[in-house]
């Protein structure tokens, strides 16, 4: 079915109408919104790009439990991303947006597999693009237990500047009353599972030192019990699972 939106419609109403259509059995026009949505979002608000590769690809996969159609779609979605990537099509921050589609589609597939192969691959023909995209790939990797990869590609300085900027971000927001206590705990839920991970990364690589350091630094940061006990198995090794 062909779609188009009336004018001055909203994309945030256009996903939220696909997902309705979807539940109330009008599959064919669900179908066509989320595609709608998925190719032209970005291009009218790019602000809306968390939201595409999130609610947006797992409305659209809820639709694939009752429509077939929708799945073939889908996936059709995530082969084109890997075909281009493969083909040299893509380039900059268009290649960069074809792989956190790929990535995000094989996440919610439970595909992480087909992510790490690609990044591999990234890494073996175009290994100055696969460093630029190791924060997208690393929750991948990490499902994969590529702990090597993983060691490969951390920078924990950079790393973890970029985390506690997140996290001090967050800190401030929350002091708005539109945000609130609701934002901080994402902030220090957000930086505890960046920072857990990083630590546990570095010790499996070897780097013992620097991981304890990173350790003692975070805390110093965002001093709380459940975080010394999430670092104190870092350190041992175990990984956090990737969150959110």
Same mark, same amino acid.
């Given at each position: 079915?062909?779609?188009?939106?009336?004018?001055? *419609?909203?994309?945030?109403?256009?996903?939220?109408?696909?997902? +309705?259509?979807?539940?109330?059995?009008?599959?064919?026009?669900?179908?066509?919104?989320?595609?709608?949505?998925?190719?032209?979002?970005?291009?009218?608000?790019?602000?809306?790009?968390? %939201?595409?590769?999130?609610?947006?690809?797992?409305?659209?996969?809820?639709?694939?439990?009752?429509?077939?159609?929708?799945?073939? !779609?889908?996936?059709?979605?995530?082969?084109? $991303?890997?075909?281009?990537?493969?083909?040299?099509?893509?380039?900059?921050?268009? #290649?960069?947006? !074809?792989?956190?589609?790929?990535?995000?589609?094989?996440?919610?597939?439970?595909?992480? $597999?087909?992510?790490?192969?690609?990044?591999?691959?990234? +890494?073996?023909?175009?290994? +100055?693009?696969?460093?630029?995209?190791?924060?997208? $790939?690393?929750?991948?990797?990490?499902?994969?237990?590529?702990?090597?990869?993983?060691?490969?590609?951390?920078?924990?300085?950079?790393?973890?500047?970029?985390?506690?900027?997140?996290?001090?971000?967050?800190?401030? *927001?929350?002091?708005?009353?539109?945000?609130?206590?609701?934002?901080?705990?994402?902030?220090?839920?957000?930086?505890?599972?960046?920072?857990?991970?990083?630590?546990?990364?570095?010790? #499996?690589?070897?780097?013992?030192?620097?991981?304890?350091? #990173?350790?003692? +630094? $975070?805390?110093?940061?965002?001093?709380?019990?459940?975080?010394?006990?999430? *670092?104190?198995?870092?350190?041992?090794?175990? %990984?956090?699972?990737?969150?959110?």
């Amino acid at each position: 079915m062909d779609w188009t939106p009336p004018e001055n *419609l909203d994309l945030q109403t256009i996903l939220n109408e696909a997902k +309705d259509d979807g539940l109330a059995g009008r599959y064919e026009l669900a179908l066509s919104k989320h595609i709608w949505f998925h190719r032209n979002a970005l291009r009218l608000q790019p602000s809306i790009y968390g %939201v595409r590769l999130t609610f947006g690809i797992a409305y659209w996969k809820t639709l694939t439990e009752h429509y077939p159609p929708a799945l073939t !779609a889908l996936l059709e979605v995530r082969n084109s $991303a890997e075909k281009s990537i493969r083909s040299y099509l893509v380039s900059g921050d268009t #290649l960069r947006d !074809a792989f956190h589609e790929f990535e995000a589609i094989n996440k919610l597939f439970d595909e992480t $597999a087909r992510t790490c192969d690609l990044f591999t691959w990234l +890494d073996e023909f175009q290994p +100055d693009v696969a460093r630029q995209l190791y924060r997208i $790939a690393q929750s991948a990797l990490i499902r994969n237990r590529d702990w090597k990869m993983c060691g490969k590609f951390i920078d924990p300085k950079a790393m973890y500047e970029w985390s506690l900027k997140r996290y001090r971000n967050k800190k401030d *927001l929350a002091e708005d009353p539109k945000y609130g206590i609701n934002m901080r705990a994402f902030g220090e839920k957000c930086f505890a599972n960046e920072i857990a991970i990083l630590v546990a990364l570095l010790y #499996l690589n070897g780097r013992d030192e620097e991981s304890e350091q #990173l350790a003692m +630094d $975070a805390l110093k940061e965002f001093e709380n019990e459940d975080f010394a006990s999430l *670092l104190k198995e870092s350190l041992t090794g175990v %990984v956090a699972t990737p969150w959110p």
